[in-house]
């Protein structure tokens, strides 16, 4: 099982990024996917999640109107298109995929087996 992160880097504050996670291992269709990040100092934080059906999605309070999470089924990917990036959004983010049916619980942590390695956000001008 794998799982890819990449498109990280330094970007000034209100400009965008586009992080994408690869997943290789697993049957993509079977999984609900979600973003989460980790700055120096803090605990891991949920960013956003789509529901294994793609119907539900899921976004922190902060980054709702600007972030846009989707998946396709058929590159085994999930990307985070990110706008109007602000300071506070400089943390590591990492891809994770879980089996979970329920809606309730993408934001969770625990809801997911696996996990990317991480890639690196910086905003700062």
């Known amino acids: 099982v794998q799982l890819q992160a990449s498109g990280g880097g330094l970007v000034q504050p209100g400009g965008s990024l586009k992080l994408s996670c690869a997943v290789a291992g697993l049957t993509f269709r079977t999984l609900s996917l979600g973003w989460f990040r980790q700055a120096p100092g803090k605990e891991r934080e949920f960013v956003a999640a789509?529901?294994?059906?793609?119907?539900?999605?899921r976004y922190l309070d902060s980054v709702k109107g600007r972030f846009t999470i989707s998946r396709d089924n058929a590159k085994n990917t999930v990307d985070l298109q990110m706008t109007s990036l602000k300071d506070e959004d400089s943390a590591t983010y990492y891809c994770?995929?879980?089996?979970?049916?329920?809606?309730?619980?993408?934001?969770?942590?625990?809801?997911?087996?696996?996990w990317g390695q991480g890639t690196q956000v910086t905003v700062s001008s």
């Open positions: 789509i529901h294994r059906g793609g119907a539900s999605i």
């Open positions: 994770a995929a879980g089996s979970t049916l329920i809606v309730s619980t993408l934001a969770r942590a625990s809801a997911y087996a696996y």
